[in-house]
């Protein structure tokens, strides 16, 4: 069965200060990895996702996230944090074929500080 | 106009009562997801359906049923509300495309609260 582990429930950072949020993944098979994001009162919006493509990966407002299979991990990052940035992070997996069931990860929720 | 909409938005309820939430999309996806959302749990999976004519139990079916009305419609209903079914639900919607890995696009969601 696949699985994420995100380390890290909350995450602070200083405004202009690196954002790292980190996902572990577990799949017997290649994944589809994927960085969602949910600001508050809203509903869910794709960041990035990998596809077995190239292994960095890049999405919207800055965002990237490196496929390492070697670590099983696909963390995020964002080299600048901003205030718009706060809200909460969530990765998931699905399996590699076409069965687009995604497992989540409990998710990071990222307060920017001043 | 939202390409996912969900009603209610907020929705209060007593134990034993009958729920219905109703999902619409206008992406023309033929697949569509239903997710609780649970402080410290994430989202989790209730039931999906790939089409009008397939229906398929997700991680936490147990004490909801759902109904495919139509390519756009997809409905989740709790038969005797219970309070562990507070929550956030969300719909969400995919296309099916030939490399796989697609985007799932997600409703507003709609906040259930049993009492």
Redesign the interface.
């Known amino acids: 069965a696949q699985s994420v582990t995100q380390l890290g429930s909350h995450v602070s950072v200083s405004e202009g200060a690196l954002v790292l949020l980190r996902c572990n993944y577990s799949s017997s098979v290649p994944p589809y990895l994927f960085w969602y994001v949910q600001y508050p009162n809203q509903g869910l919006q794709l960041l990035l996702k990998y596809t077995s493509a190239a292994t960095l990966v890049k999405g919207i407002n800055g965002f990237e996230a490196e496929f390492k299979k070697s670590e099983t991990s696909f963390h995020l990052t964002k080299p600048s944090a901003h205030m718009s940035d706060a809200a909460e992070y969530f990765c998931a997996v699905s399996d590699y074929g076409g069965n687009e069931k995604l497992t989540f990860g409990t998710g990071t929720r990222l307060t920017i500080i001043p | 106009d939202a390409d996912?909409t969900q009603t209610p938005r907020n929705r209060i309820t007593k134990t034993g009562k009958r729920i219905m939430l109703e999902c619409s999309q206008t992406k023309g996806h033929d697949?569509m997801?239903w997710?609780r959302q649970d402080p410290?749990?994430?989202?989790?999976?209730i039931y999906?359906s790939f089409d009008v004519k397939d229906i398929n139990k997700?991680e936490i079916s147990d004490g909801y049923s759902v109904s495919r009305q139509a390519q756009a419609k997809f409905s989740l209903s709790l038969e005797s509300a219970i309070p562990n079914q507070t929550a956030l639900y969300?719909c969400?919607t995919?296309d099916?495309?030939l490399?796989?890995?697609?985007?799932?696009f997600?409703?507003?969601?709609t906040r259930l609260t049993v009492l």
Not at chain 2, 99 to 104: F, P, V
Request: charged share 15%; net charge neutral; glycine share 30%.
């Open positions: 996912v697949r997801y997710y410290g749990l994430g989202l989790r999976l999906y997700g969300f969400a995919s099916v495309g490399a796989g890995g697609d985007e799932q997600f409703g507003p969601g």
